[in-house]
């Protein structure tokens, strides 16, 4: 194939050019090359190629107007008619810059295990310190666990771009997990209630629990991601894929969630509470937000980054207003008697309950589309211009589509 001084294959119209350009038979790959010379040429293999173009909205239809049967079939050939002068460096990559293949290495893993450690560090200081300062002694334990799970995030399965909306939403949810059951008793009325930060066993089992699950979470995450891209390589179109990948996912979630399930029995345990005395509603709720930001996560690393913050800020806003209603209750209003037959945890229970479902329901159709699992990711489609949408539709249009056909 000859090129251009630029790099693209020669023969290909420049951007912006009328379909009356293109001079003898309409080669239409070669116009889809000329729009999508940069994907082509950085993708390491195929599936990156059909990753990006579903996410430019090139769907199986579309691929057969281009005489393929699918988007794969059209990728291989994309892939095999532009040159590439690198040599990947990990064929399995996903859209993370990690390779799901390669172990993670004790770095990591200790990383992922540097929450639990100051997590349990700081429920001791709390029951060495007076009651008073214990809600203090909370907090400070909070902040720092909110930070080294940030820094073990940043690299790793459960690394992902654009999620800065996701992080004040995630300490309003730890903050209202460690003081919103008490705040909630004190709004309704009850004047025995005072706030015990870590000193509060359920608060501490979940706080502990989830802290210690980081690292189940991305075994988890790297794991969905290994059979997604596995699956991704032995489909032949679409509709398989979605088909191949959606119980990969629920079995990420169910595995993640009996871990995580385990952690919170066996911190509640540790800590030396009587199983006939377990508050089922509050340990629910504990385990529930951790599932709850789980999914959130994996959404975000695989590009949903915004579906991600809207579905954590959703809950955040139930949760206060919850408060809000706590603090206008009567004296017979509904959320009295519910706190009073579930416990103060149970609006926690509830609402994040609801939440993770929700966020669940959303990433089977999200997290089965083949452009979550691959190396480019475009936030939405560049405009189309006239040669393009002639290849593409066969003939000079008679109005420019503003949008891929689906």
């Known amino acids: 194939m000859t090129q251009t001084r630029s790099g693209r294959p020669g023969g290909a119209p420049e951007a912006g050019a009328g379909a009356g350009r293109l001079r003898g038979p309409v080669d239409p790959v070669l116009a889809l090359i000329h729009r999508h010379y940069d994907l082509c040429a950085r993708a390491v293999d195929p599936l990156e190629i059909a990753a990006g173009l579903e996410a430019h909205g090139i769907t199986d239809r579309i691929a057969a107007r281009f005489r393929h049967r699918d988007v794969f079939t059209l990728a291989e050939e994309l892939y095999a008619r532009v040159p590439r002068d690198h040599a990947p460096d990990c064929p399995e990559r996903d859209g993370t810059g990690v390779c799901p293949e390669q172990p993670m290495g004790r770095r990591a893993v200790a990383l992922h295990l540097l929450p639990g450690v100051v997590c349990g560090a700081g429920v001791a200081v709390s029951r060495l310190t007076p009651a008073g300062v214990a809600p203090v002694t909370g907090g400070v334990a909070l902040a720092a666990v909110a930070l080294a799970a940030r820094t073990a995030a940043r690299s790793g399965p459960l690394r992902a771009s654009g999620a800065r909306g996701s992080t004040l939403w995630t300490c309003w949810l730890l903050a209202f997990a460690l003081y919103g059951p008490y705040a909630l008793q004190a709004l309704l009325g009850d004047g025995s209630a005072r706030p015990r930060g870590l000193l509060d066993p359920v608060s501490a089992a979940g706080f502990l629990a989830r802290a210690l699950a980081l690292l189940p979470a991305a075994w988890c995450a790297r794991r969905f991601a290994r059979g997604a891209r596995g699956r991704l390589a032995d489909s032949h179109g679409l509709a398989g894929f979605r088909a191949g990948v959606r119980p990969l996912l629920v079995a990420a979630l169910g595995l993640f969630t009996v871990a995580l399930l385990a ?17 089922l509603v509050g ?43 706590a603090a206008c209750a009567g004296a017979t209003s509904p959320l009295r008697a519910l706190v009073t037959v579930g416990g103060p ?13 929700a966020l669940a329901l959303y990433a089977l159709p999200a997290l089965g589309r083949a452009a979550a699992h691959g190396g480019d990711r475009p936030a939405a489609p560049p405009p189309y211009d006239a040669a393009y949408a002639a290849a593409l539709f066969g003939g000079p249009p008679s109005h420019t589509p503003t949008a891929p056909a689906r």
């Open 263 to 279: 952690l919170v029995a066996a911190a509640y345990a540790l800590l030396g509470h009587r199983v006939d005395g377990v508050d």
């Open 283 to 325: 340990l629910t709720g504990a385990a529930a937000l951790g599932v709850l930001l789980f999914t959130a996560q994996l959404l975000a690393v695989h590009g949903f980054a915004p579906a991600a913050a809207w579905g954590l800020g959703t809950v955040c806003a139930a949760q206060a207003a919850g408060l809000a209603a």
């Open 345 to 357: 945890g149970v609006v926690q229970a509830a609402v994040c309950g609801a939440g993770a479902l």
